[in-house]
């Protein structure tokens, strides 16, 4: 009979918490792996806004999360980066939210210079292929910049080398941008300074530099590792400054001097590349000078030398103008009789032009407008009477009715009465055109006739049948002659001489007055 009332199996198991297996597990686990190296490739590379990195070592069969923190990353020489194969230095833990172990990764290193090259290799190809080291795309350094911008440490023997170098070639001015030229902070440090010099604004309170040197001693391809970064690569393709890259020694080769516009082996080199030597400078002017010196002489000297061949050849100053003078006084002594001569001509042309301006002429001439004039008149008023009586028989001959027939007679007689007040306008300015040229003729006739010459004080003598006298002879043979005034005639008794008359003189041509301005008469 059992004592106590209880079927189930009793036993002495513990009950753990989760905590407790937990940590159990962890304290085994760091226990046996405190401090490990574990060789892998790397997975995804995810990287917190707090700093800390997350990513994954894995091989063909595993894949251990691994996680350093943001201390641990800032002191890493090489970060990793996915696909490369590395040996990540540090411990194994767990992580008890996920109950999961992973690996805290103090260093990392390239599992060999092997895989480092060829990711070298892969990322060079890569920029390659976007055309960043492209020899076409490079610019030519200042043969002499006024300011040189050095991208490198401020602590490390190659400053001081490139400003000692700097100064015994050709001092200038150095604007030195520090900067950490191995381990994370490097790729991010250059990038900032290569573009903090391309955005100073020239002539601005700091000055632009002509020309850019980025600068670091040799070491390891790991220590030369943040030079092959692809943002150092992308920034010095970029920069619009000209770019001397000067990375490592002679033998060291990264891809900012494949991006670079002109590579140097060493920082020294890259300053003499910068500048040129002032005391080559110096010489090569002098020389230069005293050449352009010898040369100036020796032209004005050849020069002085030809023109005076040239002058020895010339002829004397009097027999190059003796010809134009002979021919100078030549035309200047026909110059009076041609002078003369013209003005005889033109005097009988004037001549010959005022004679048909006879008063007799232009009577004749007004008198056959008048008459051409009147037959006109005359023909006017039959010809508008014909026009009329054709008119009126049209209209009688039209066999129309009354209404038709007062209807055409309206719309007909605005078109009459126009054409009579036009043709009465007409004849009327016909008329009084005619009546002006008249007039024109008739005030030219008085112009020219004999009492126009009695009102300037002369004379008309005429004899006992009223004809002009124009002979002294004739007039003195009369016993009485009429003398013509300007406002009247009386008679007078010519006077008689003892002095036998002088024979008659052959008359003077006299020059004719120009008739005055009538305008025109036609």
Same mark, same amino acid.
């Given at each position: 009979?059992?004592?106590?009332?209880?079927?189930?199996?009793?036993?002495?198991?513990?009950?753990?918490?989760?905590?407790?297996?937990?940590?159990?597990?962890?304290?085994?686990?760091?226990?046996?792996?405190?401090?490990?190296?574990?060789?892998?490739?790397?997975?995804?590379?995810?990287?917190?806004?707090?700093?800390?990195?997350?990513?994954?070592?894995?091989?063909?069969?595993?894949?251990?999360?691994?996680?350093?923190?943001?201390?641990?990353?800032?002191?890493?020489?090489?970060?990793?980066?996915?696909?490369?194969?590395?040996?990540?230095?540090?411990?194994?833990?767990?992580?008890?939210? %996920?109950?999961?172990?992973?690996?805290?990764?103090?260093?990392?290193?390239?599992?060999?210079?092997?895989?480092?090259?060829?990711?070298?290799?892969?990322?060079?190809?890569?920029?390659?292929?976007?055309?960043?080291?492209?020899?076409?795309?490079?610019?030519?350094?200042?043969?002499?910049?006024?300011?040189?911008?050095?991208?490198?440490?401020?602590?490390?023997?190659?400053?001081? /080398?490139?400003?000692?170098?700097?100064?015994?070639?050709?001092?200038?001015?150095?604007?030195?941008?520090?900067?950490?030229?191995?381990?994370?902070?490097?790729?991010?440090?250059?990038?900032?300074?290569?573009?903090?010099?391309?955005?100073?604004?020239?002539?601005? @309170?700091?000055?632009?530099?002509?020309?850019?040197?980025?600068?670091?001693?040799?070491?390891?391809?790991?220590?030369?590792?943040?030079?092959? /970064?692809?943002?150092?690569?992308?920034?010095?393709?970029?920069?619009?400054?000209?770019?001397?890259?000067?990375?490592?020694?002679?033998?060291?080769?990264?891809?900012?001097?494949?991006?670079?516009?002109?590579?140097?082996?060493? @920082?020294?080199?890259?300053?003499?590349?910068?500048? @040129?030597?002032?005391?080559?400078?110096?010489?090569?002017?002098?020389?230069?000078?005293?050449?352009?010196?010898? #040369?100036?002489?020796?032209?004005?000297?050849?020069?002085?030398?030809?023109?005076?061949?040239?002058?020895?050849?010339?002829?004397?100053?009097?027999?190059?103008?003796?010809?134009?003078?002979?021919?100078? /006084?030549?035309?200047?002594?026909?110059?009076?009789?041609?002078?003369?001569?013209? $003005?005889?001509?033109?005097?009988? #042309?004037?001549?010959?032009?005022?004679?048909?301006?006879?008063?007799?002429?232009?009577?004749?001439?007004?008198?056959?407008?008048?008459?051409?004039?009147?037959?006109?008149?005359?023909?006017?008023?039959?010809?508008?009477?014909?026009?009329? /009586?054709?008119?009126?028989?049209?209209?009688?001959?039209?066999?129309?009715?009354?209404?038709?027939?007062?209807?055409?007679?309206?719309?007909?007689?605005?078109?009459?009465?126009?054409?009579?007040?036009?043709?009465?306008? $007409?004849?009327?300015? %016909?008329?009084?055109?005619?009546?002006? =040229?008249?007039?024109?003729?008739?005030?030219?006739?008085?112009?020219?006739?004999?009492?126009?010459?009695? $009102?300037?004080?002369?004379?008309?003598?005429?004899?006992?049948?009223?004809?002009?006298?124009?002979?002294?002879?004739?007039?003195? $043979?009369?016993?009485?002659?009429?003398?013509?005034?300007?406002?009247?005639?009386?008679?007078?008794?010519?006077?008689?001489?003892?002095?036998?008359?002088?024979?008659?003189?052959?008359?003077?041509?006299? =020059?004719?007055?120009?008739?005055?301005?009538?305008?025109?008469?036609?």
């Amino acid at each position: 009979m059992d004592l106590i009332d209880d079927n189930e199996p009793g036993t002495n198991a513990h009950d753990f918490t989760v905590s407790e297996i937990s940590g159990a597990v962890k304290r085994v686990i760091e226990g046996e792996f405190g401090r490990v190296r574990v060789r892998g490739e790397v997975g995804r590379v995810v990287v917190a806004r707090t700093g800390h990195m997350y990513f994954d070592l894995k091989d063909d069969r595993a894949v251990i999360a691994a996680i350093s923190w943001k201390g641990q990353v800032a002191r890493m020489t090489v970060r990793p980066e996915e696909g490369m194969e590395v040996i990540a230095t540090g411990r194994l833990t767990t992580f008890a939210p %996920q109950s999961k172990y992973q690996l805290q990764v103090e260093n990392v290193e390239p599992a060999g210079a092997g895989a480092l090259m060829a990711m070298l290799e892969a990322r060079k190809a890569k920029l390659a292929a976007e055309g960043l080291f492209d020899t076409a795309r490079k610019r030519p350094i200042p043969y002499l910049p006024q300011v040189v911008g050095v991208i490198t440490s401020p602590t490390g023997a190659v400053i001081r /080398d490139i400003l000692h170098r700097l100064a015994d070639r050709f001092p200038r001015r150095v604007i030195v941008w520090p900067v950490a030229v191995q381990g994370e902070r490097c790729p991010a440090d250059v990038v900032r300074a290569i573009e903090g010099f391309n955005a100073l604004v020239p002539g601005g @309170p700091v000055p632009r530099p002509d020309v850019l040197i980025v600068a670091r001693g040799g070491g390891s391809i790991e220590d030369l590792w943040g030079f092959n /970064d692809e943002a150092v690569v992308r920034a010095a393709a970029a920069s619009d400054i000209p770019l001397i890259s000067a990375v490592g020694h002679e033998t060291d080769t990264t891809l900012i001097d494949f991006a670079s516009d002109l590579r140097a082996p060493t @920082p020294t080199a890259a300053a003499e590349l910068a500048v @040129p030597v002032r005391a080559d400078l110096l010489a090569q002017v002098a020389n230069l000078g005293a050449r352009l010196e010898r #040369a100036g002489k020796g032209a004005v000297q050849t020069r002085g030398q030809r023109l005076r061949d040239l002058g020895r050849a010339l002829p004397r100053l009097e027999a190059l103008l003796s010809g134009p003078a002979q021919r100078f /006084d030549l035309v200047a002594g026909r110059f009076a009789g041609s002078l003369r001569a013209l $003005a005889d001509r033109k005097r009988l #042309a004037l001549g010959q032009a005022s004679a048909g301006l006879r008063p007799g002429t232009l009577t004749s001439r007004a008198t056959s407008r008048s008459e051409s004039l009147d037959r006109l008149g005359t023909r006017l008023a039959p010809a508008l009477q014909r026009g009329i /009586d054709r008119r009126g028989e049209r209209l009688a001959g039209l066999r129309l009715n009354r209404a038709r027939l007062l209807t055409d007679i309206a719309r007909a007689r605005p078109g009459l009465t126009t054409l009579n007040a036009r043709i009465s306008a $007409a004849a009327h300015a %016909q008329l009084q055109r005619t009546r002006d =040229k008249l007039g024109a003729l008739d005030r030219m006739h008085q112009s020219l006739g004999y009492r126009e010459t009695l $009102a300037r004080g002369f004379a008309v003598l005429r004899g006992p049948d009223s004809t002009p006298l124009t002979r002294t002879e004739t007039a003195r $043979a009369l016993p009485r002659l009429t003398i013509e005034l300007r406002d009247g005639q009386f008679d007078a008794a010519p006077l008689q001489s003892d002095t036998p008359p002088e024979p008659p003189r052959k008359p003077r041509r006299v =020059k004719p007055a120009p008739p005055p301005d009538q305008g025109s008469l036609f």
